[in-house]
């Protein structure tokens, strides 16, 4: 333990507006499942002191299924997520991504508001509600807002997050029957491992064309990004005769990787190419 | 009693949490103890500063400048020092300058990160290459911290007449031995009239060298310190040496505090500073006649040694005289240097330089067979040593082994034919996995080299109890392997009694005789037969007293003991390891029996290469293996199967990253090994051929499953997506992927 | 300097109260404060589950849990597990299959099994995966753990 305890405080407001009020005051930023912060904290690199224990917040938990959407607390955990069947009947990516979330112990304290607000670019959830779209509710004293997932993250750590703002919820649009969801995290090994890279794709055939295609990636950028490159050459395109070339060629304006501790430029340029390569070969295989 | 799997003695405590490691030991007035390191690879220690906010009064703190003896751990040769002093060198990062202690840990770690070291920076070599080149010179008048030849024939007229000479160039990594509990170790100082006594408890492999290093450390004589070694999660080696730097470090805070002082590295220290396995690189030139027989081989073998000698001669002694592997050949040469680095010492680890050398010489065997057209299974066959076969060392096969009947054994439980052509067909029509096979085919020498039991000399005992048991004496420590269980059941064999009136002692300086280091595979086979001789004795001396009739009960049995502690107080009964007759060393030309005997492998698998993210899963894992008499076939499985999975993260996964001299990756998220999800059963196969020098015909198995992991699963990749220039462990996706892109390449 | 909190949960089936200061790792309160140290330290980061505890009847790494989280809580540790009548089964089958080595990993890894079975009485290789994976073991090779939790699996059952 490398961390200063006697510096350290935690509160817990007991109410969602004593803790955006704490929020604005500066006593404390959010703390929820504390899987990442504590990691942090461990290691003695916690740069900040007092935090807000925000885990038992009503208002941010709970998962809502509406006809169009799926509603969920920021605080849901993986576990959680894993235990709703609307979420395996709708988001299959999801299902995957949360289950190659750490491992058990940390699913069932991670949450998915954590995972979005630590704005690792390895996050795993990230590529998948940006391939499906998602919103998120941003509540603060001055009220909610709602914004789109995919502007939210705006470089490495910075999001469109006001320091008095919480995720509150995030609202994921269902897709129709016959999508394509493809997810893959390609690890340091088979559990408990962060992501080198990932990449999540969703698409809708219509007419043996690629319609409402989004492709998530993870770890190839500075925050989990969009791949609008790809997109845009692959977006109406006929199964049959996919421009893979161009597609993953576009792809390579999508990524900036860098080498680190985990693994190589290289190594995350070419198996993301490789990824995308698999998933429309799933793709045309559902078209035909 | 040998041969059945008795339940692990400490096993309950264990499962019940009750089991007390070091750092669960409750001590009365206990302050911790923390080391301040050097941050640089190499530099000459100026000055330390001790920054502002901390209350300095409160805290203990030691240099070198306090040490009351030897400023050098005791060791092969004694050349590193427990502080590096003002004015002196620094040779590494996370070399210990400063010692803190101070009763709150959160308090001591703040004033750790405010200790600044003064280093005038001086130019390192921090790689083998820059070692040999002699870019500076850091150790002695050659940057070689141990160099050895071994010379049979003369390989050198073979290159120009044999039908194929075929060269290659291997590499292995460093590899964390990440036993789960992090090195912890517990020190009291007293003084009473007749002067100092230092005590230390801890997580520690060897309880006489670490002995050996406080009595220099304080310049005490012998019966004032006393090393206790508690129940340890896991060394693999990691705990033989380095326990000894800890200790000295945890005395002389306790000495200058007055206090109990307890120092418990965390998983970044323990990462960062702790001793590794060595990285190597081998050079092999071979030479085989038109038929496959092997004819000559030139093996070059490199260490990467560190700093200090610390266990390098060793590992590089063992290294050197595996690299020939089990193979026949007239004409060998090997050369093996250990070389100085400005970098952490690397030390033992399971295995203990094999791996590396038995890496290069197992996948060169594949690359040979494929480069010459022949099949590897066949091209092994042909060069198996056998019965009256000598080794490169000249030291003769004296038992009835059968290699190719082991080889044979592991392919037939991996259903290697049928795996070989149905992967081939598989491969050819969905190519985005592939799988292969693959194999080894390995020994791993029991004990110590050469003259090292000679020198060393152990000696265990028996000892009755007051309520008629006995129990066992000896150095040697528990840290998973079972050696508890297996003494016990020794004993209890030799005696004629049920395990449960078999008690084994703790291991304490101040009880049990230095029966040597827990180290080497050598507890069960030499350690064991020493108490079987001990046991034969005591039993013995009941006889003949005539307390004791044949045949008895195990009441007899105590009564008989009773009576004996009745008559004459105490009762213990010892034996002395003495070499056998037949077994002659030379350590000079390196000629004669290096180990007594040696355990034979043929580790056999399957893997599955996926060509999208060149991730390996390895899919089955077979290991056969003759080990002379398995005295508890469940522990023994365990030991197995725990070296395998350690040499499949060796093989695929565990990198250790460095930066000027430094780990980087110090964290368990970025140092990565197997977890359950990575693995696959791991099947185990014991062939048994009882050999005289362990107790009831058992050999050593502890080292053994980390040789051939390695090469058996690059040979598998290699079949999978090769040929490929798999040259190096780990294998890592990344370096899969870069290897693929150079044969596209072309 | 924080105050510290006066705690109240259940330990082991019995409340406990305890002053602590909020951000002291649950980890540290168990082996310190209350002197259970069957809960081992192996990482501190959440990767190895040898601190891994039953916090409301779920798997948690105790190294990663400020101890305010624990307030009104039902906590389980390893000393807890046993019933007693004995070993829990898991226990009894790790002891019996060997599946404990070093021992260093077992009071986790008996948490998280003891989970399993809770939640999935017969459960199949795959669910064991799922379960244990965030628990290393540097000694097993994790094939003698596997055969421990099935052979307790079907004793349980
Ligand atoms: C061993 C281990 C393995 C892991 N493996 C993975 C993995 O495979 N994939 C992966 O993606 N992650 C992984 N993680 C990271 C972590 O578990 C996830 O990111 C998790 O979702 C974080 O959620 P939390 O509630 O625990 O976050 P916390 O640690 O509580 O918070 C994280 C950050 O988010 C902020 N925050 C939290 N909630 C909110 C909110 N509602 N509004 C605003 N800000 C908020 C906090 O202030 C903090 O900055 C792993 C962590 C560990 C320790
Ligand atoms: S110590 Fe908590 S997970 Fe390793
Ligand atoms: S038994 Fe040693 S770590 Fe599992």
């Known amino acids: 333990m490398r961390g200063f305890l006697p510096a350290m405080e935690l509160q817990r407001p007991a109410s969602l507006s004593e803790a955006l009020q704490m929020l604005a005051a500066h006593t404390g930023r959010p703390f929820a499942g504390g899987t990442d912060l504590m990691v942090v904290y461990n290691a003695g690199k916690l740069r900040e002191t007092r935090f807000l224990d925000i885990a038992r917040l009503p208002e941010l938990q709970g998962i809502r299924e509406t006809p169009e959407y799926l509603d969920l607390g920021a605080l849901c955990t ?11 009947r709708h988001f299959p990516n999801l299902v995957k991504s949360a289950k190659a979330t750490g491992a058990l112990a940390i699913q069932n304290r991670g949450t998915l508001g954590g995972n979005i607000a630590n704005a690792s670019p390895a996050a ?26 995919e502007s939210f993250h705006q470089g490495y750590k910075v999001m469109d997050l006001a320091a008095d703002e919480l995720v509150a919820r995030i609202r994921v649009p269902k897709y129709s029957d016959t999508s394509v969801h493809y997810f893959r995290k390609v690890g340091t090994r088979q559990a408990q491992a962060i992501a080198k890279l990932s990449l999540a794709l969703v698409a809708q055939v219509a007419d043996g064309c690629i319609a409402n295609l989004r492709i998530g990636l993870g770890a190839v950028a500075p925050a989990p990004v969009r791949a609008r490159h790809a997109e845009g050459v692959l977006q109406g395109q006929p199964l049959a005769d996919l421009p893979m070339v161009a597609a993953l060629e576009a792809l390579l304006a999508d990524m900036s990787p860098i080498d680190d501790i985990r693994s190589t430029a290289h190594y995350r340029s070419t198996v993301t190419r490789n990824l995308l390569g698999q998933a429309l070969r799933t793709l045309s295989a559902t078209g035909n | 009693m040998i041969g059945q799997s ?179 170790i517990l020190a009291f100082a007293d003084t009473d009239e007749n002067g100092l006594r230092i005590t230390i ?57 007055g206090h109990p002082v307890r120092i418990v590295y965390d998983r970044e220290e323990d990462m960062a500073a702790t001793t590794k396995r060595h990285p190597s690189r081998t050079h092999i030139k071979s030479a085989f006649d038109a038929n496959g027989h092997l004819l000559a081989l030139d093996v070059d073998f490199q260490l990467d040694g560190g700093a200090y000698a610390t266990m390098s001669p060793v590992v590089l002694s063992r290294g050197t005289l595996h690299a020939a592997g089990v193979y026949r050949c007239p004409h060998v040469a090997i050369h093996g ?70 080889m044979d054994r592991a392919l037939v439980e991996l259903d290697y034919d049928a ?74 064999e030799a005696l004629g009694l049920p395990i449960e009136f078999v008690e084994v002692a703790p291991s304490d300086t101040s009880r049990v005789p230095n029966s040597g280091p827990t180290v080497a595979s050598r507890s069960t086979m030499v350690v064991g037969k020493l108490i079987q001789d001990a046991a034969v004795a005591f039993r013995q001396g009941l006889l003949q007293q005539g307390l004791l009739h044949e045949p008895f009960t195990p009441e007899a049995f105590q009564a008989a003991v009773r009576a004996m502690l009745a008559r004459s107080g105490s009762y213990k009964t010892y034996a002395q390891y003495h070499t056998p007759p037949q077994q002659k060393w030379d350590d000079t030309s390196y000629q004669g029996d290096a180990y007594p005997t ?149 | 300097m924080a105050e510290r909190i006066t705690l109240t949960f259940t330990l082991n089936g019995k409340p406990q109260t305890l002053a602590v200061h909020p951000m002291t790792r649950l980890l540290d309160m168990l082996r310190e404060d209350l002197g259970l140290t069957g809960t081992k330290e192996g990482c501190g980061e959440g990767e190895c589950g040898a601190c891994a505890v039953l916090l409301d009847g779920r798997v948690v790494n105790s190294c990663l849990i400020p101890a305010l989280q624990v307030e009104g809580c039902d906590l389980v540790t390893i000393e807890g597990l046993a019933m007693a009548s004995g070993l829990h089964p898991v226990q009894a089958a790790l002891l019996a299959h060997n599946g404990a080595q070093c021992g260093f990993c077992s009071p986790g890894m008996a948490i998280s099994a003891a989970d399993l079975l809770r939640r999935c009485p017969n459960p199949n290789h795959g669910q064991v995966k799922d379960a244990l994976s965030g628990n290393l073991c540097r000694c097993t090779g994790y094939t003698k753990i596997v055969e421990a939790v099935q052979a307790a699996a079907r004793s349980e059952a």
């Open chain 2, 419 to 492: 795996k070989r052509k149905r992967f081939q067909t598989e491969n050819a029509a969905s190519p985005e996995v592939c799988r292969g096979v693959g194999f080894a085919v390995f020994m791993h020498g029991c004990g110590f080299t050469g003259s090292g039991e000679a020198k060393l000399a152990s000696v265990a005992g028996l000892e009755a109890l007051p309520d008629g048991r006995v129990s066992v004496l000896a150095a040697s420590t528990e840290m998973g392997q079972g050696k508890h269980t297996v003494f016990a059941q020794v004993a209890a």
């Open chain 2, 337 to 406: 240097r250990a070389l100085a680095t400005n970098t952490p010492p690397p030390g033992a680890f399971r295995g203990f330089g094999a791996p590396q050398s038995l890496f290069a010489i197992e996948r060169h065997m594949d690359i040979c067979a494929q480069r010459m057209g022949m099949d590897p299974v066949e091209l092994r066959r042909r060069n198996f040593l056998c019965l009256g076969d000598s080794m490169a060392t000249g030291q003769v096969i004296r038992e009835d082994l059968d290699l190719a009947g082991l």
């Open chain 2, 201 to 257: 408890q801890g997580s520690l492999q060897c309880p006489y060298y670490v002995h050996g290093a406080i009595a220099g450390l304080f310049d005490l004589p012998a019966d004032h310190v006393r090393v206790t070694a508690l129940e340890m999660g896991g060394a693999f080696g990691g705990k033989e040496d380095y326990p000894s730097l800890i200790a000295g470090h945890a005395a002389l805070l306790a000495w200058k505090s």
């Open chain 1, 78 to 88: 993986f576990t959680e997520l894993l235990a709703h069947p609307a979420i395996h």
């Open chain 2, 598 to 746: 040696f355990t034979w492998a043929c580790y056999a698998t399957h893997v599955a290469v996926d060509t999208v993210t060149w991730e390996v899963a390895v899919e089955d894992f077979v290991a056969v293996q003759e080990v002379g008499r398995v005295i508890n076939p469940t522990l023994a499985k365990g030991q197995i199967q725990g070296g395998v999975a350690q040499g499949i993260g060796f093989g695929l996964w565990e990198e250790v990253r460095m930066q000027n001299g430094r780990m980087v990756n110090t964290q368990l998220t970025n140092y990565a090994i197997p977890t359950l999800a990575d693995l696959p059963e791991i099947r185990v196969v014991f062939l048994e051929n009882p050999h005289p020098a362990g107790p009831g015909g058992a050999k050593g198995l502890g080292e053994l499953p980390m040789n051939g992991p390695a090469p058996a699963l690059l040979n598998a990749v290699d079949f999978a997506v090769g040929p490929l220039r798999l040259d190096e462990v780990p294998m890592t996706p990344e370096r899969l992927l870069d290897r693929a892109e150079e044969v596209a390449r072309g």
């Open chain 2, 6 to 184: 008795a339940i692990r003695k400490e096993g309950r405590a264990k499962v019940l949490g009750a089991t007390q490691y070091t750092a669960d030991v409750p001590v009365e007035g206990l302050w911790r103890g923390a080391t301040v390191r050097s941050d640089v690879p190499r530099g000459i220690l100026r000055g330390i500063h001790f920054g502002e906010g901390i209350p300095w009064s409160e805290f203990t703190v030691v240099t070198a400048a306090d040490i009351p003896g030897k400023n050098r751990v005791a060791s092969i040769v004694a050349d590193q020092p427990f502080l590096v002093g003002i004015g002196e060198e620094v040779m590494h990062p996370e070399q210990p300058v400063v010692l803190l202690a101070h009763p709150d840990r959160y308090l001591l770690e703040a004033a750790r990160k405010a200790v600044r070291l003064e280093i005038e920076p001086l130019p390192s070599v921090l790689d083998m290459d820059a070692s040999l080149r002699q870019d500076e010179l850091i150790y002695g008048k050659d940057n070689l911290l141990k160099e050895i030849r071994i010379a049979k024939g003369d390989p050198a007229p073979m290159w120009e007449t044999a039908a194929f000479v075929v060269e290659g160039d291997y590499r292995t990594g460093a590899q964390e031995q990440l036993y789960l509990e992090t090195q912890a």
């Open chain 1, 124 to 149: 795993d959830t990230p590529p998948c509600l940006l391939a499906y779209g998602a919103e998120l509710e941003l509540v603060s004293p001055r009220g909610t807002r709602v914004v789109p997932y």
